[in-house]
């Protein structure tokens, strides 16, 4: 092995633990932001030990890059899809001068653009998708078996040096089911909130289906693991992970008895639903409170969100062509709304509305045409272009109804991990 091969195995084995670590926050924080004297969650400026690890692997790829002398990043570097990135982060950089907050503004920045490179890394002939997949496969089965133990216990825990914070059932703001037997903790596993770990889980449990199906790997390991994410994204009880783990279920199975070899999957999809089923039957109570929407909480939440809504338009109709900014959107709101409460001030629960207000209309052109361009590259390049299609489909859910796979550190990386490991395996040869 020469000294190039132990470069990139090293950046190899950097990106396989940051990505099984991913969903473990911990964070030394610089400052925090405080709105009469409460603390405004969206203005916390700190260093995740993840983006340690991120760094110390680009570091290894660019020392094995200069030894290997590579052309693949040379060819990369010649293409649209390039010089539309460079555009983006050009008129992004410049941007930050005119922004509330610089140090939001360049913190969720350095995000952005992890997790384009994360696409990028794990989409290249580079990296082992094998690896990386069942990092990331590994990753959800620790967060599935921590969230339903959360459920059941109905408690969690704080903890600084693994990135945990405390939700008690009955304190003002964690996120709760409230029905006439009483109120019931969500699944949070290693997250802020329910709904980023049920779309976390979404997104890995969508991933070990393909692992299964590209490297021919049917065991009872990962159809155990397929069986406790289900759980997790269960109790998660979020809407829109139950939508988007139904569609994406339906359109596989779909698929396969079109390929005439739904067999292969029929006892696990089987399994599965029995599972669901049994949820339901067993926590009826919670389902229908979560289906109907007729409590008091409930209703609070929809008219939270559709008041969000209005207030997102007004402020997208101000900065229409350049935007806010981006990290930026909560501080503008507190600016034209300035007689709220702290707690009012959160992203509008629309990723694709919250791009669009924070980029203005001219950074959502560039990347809009950057995702167009990267999405037609692997329609082009795959043999599956039907399951492509349906596996963005079945993520909708999470960006129409929530923001944090945009207006977080964990999300929008995650995107990142999630889009490179499905590029990767798609165009596989």
């Known amino acids: 092995m020469d000294r190039s091969d132990k470069w990139r195995k090293y950046f190899q084995t950097f990106l396989n633990v940051f990505v099984f670590l991913l969903p473990w926050q911990t964070i030394y924080i610089f400052t925090e932001t405080f709105v009469s004297g409460t603390k405004q969650q969206w203005g916390t400026l700190g260093f995740f030990f993840t983006q340690g690890i991120f760094w110390v692997s680009v570091v290894c790829f660019l020392v094995y890059f200069f030894l290997q002398k590579n052309e693949y990043p040379k060819k990369v570097l010649k293409t649209p899809l390039f010089f539309l990135f460079l555009s983006l982060i050009f008129f992004l950089f410049l941007r930050v001068f005119w922004s509330l907050r610089p140090d939001i503004y360049l913190q969720s920045l350095v995000w952005f653009v992890q997790a384009l490179l994360l696409v990028f890394f794990i989409s290249s002939p580079f990296v082992d998708k094998k690896q990386i997949a069942f990092s990331f496969i590994l990753g959800g089965a620790v967060q599935s078996v921590f969230g339903i133990g959360q459920f059941f216990l109905q408690d969690t825990f704080a903890s600084k040096w693994i990135g945990l914070t405390e939700h008690p059932v009955f304190e003002s703001g964690t996120s709760v089911i409230v029905t006439e037997s009483g109120r019931y903790l969500r699944a949070y596993g290693a997250f802020s909130h329910p709904n980023i770990y049920g779309g976390y889980l979404v997104l890995t449990t969508i991933i070990t289906v393909l692992y299964s199906e590209y490297f021919k790997k049917r065991n009872i390991f990962l159809s155990g693991i397929l069986v406790m994410q289900t759980l997790g994204i269960f109790f998660s009880l979020s809407r829109s992970a139950w939508i988007s783990l139904i569609c994406f279920f339906c359109g596989f199975a779909f698929w396969k008895v079109y390929k005439k070899d739904f067999l292969l999957y029929k006892n696990i999809l089987l399994s599965l639903f029995c599972v669901l089923l049994f949820c339901v039957i067993a926590f009826f109570p919670l389902v229908k409170t979560r289906v109907l929407g007729n409590t008091i909480y409930e209703t609070q939440s929809i ?31 507190e600016k034209y709304f300035p007689d709220q409460s702290v707690f009012s001030y959160v992203p509008v629960h629309n990723v694709f509305l919250l791009l669009l207000i924070e980029f203005g209309i001219v950074g959502s052109m560039l990347f809009f045409a950057i995702c167009f361009l990267f999405f037609s590259q692997i329609k082009k390049r795959t043999s599956f272009p039907f399951l492509f299609v349906w596996i963005c489909i079945s993520c909708l859910p999470f960006f129409l109804f929530d923001h944090f796979f945009f207006s977080s550190y964990v999300g929008m990386v995650g995107i990142g991990v999630f889009g490179g490991i499905v590029s990767g395996l798609l165009t596989k040869k």
């Open 303 to 333: 008219t939270y969100r559709v008041s969000g809504y209005t207030e997102s338009l007004k402020v997208f109709g101000e900065e229409l062509w350049f935007g806010v900014g981006i990290g930026n959107y909560t501080f503008v709101l």
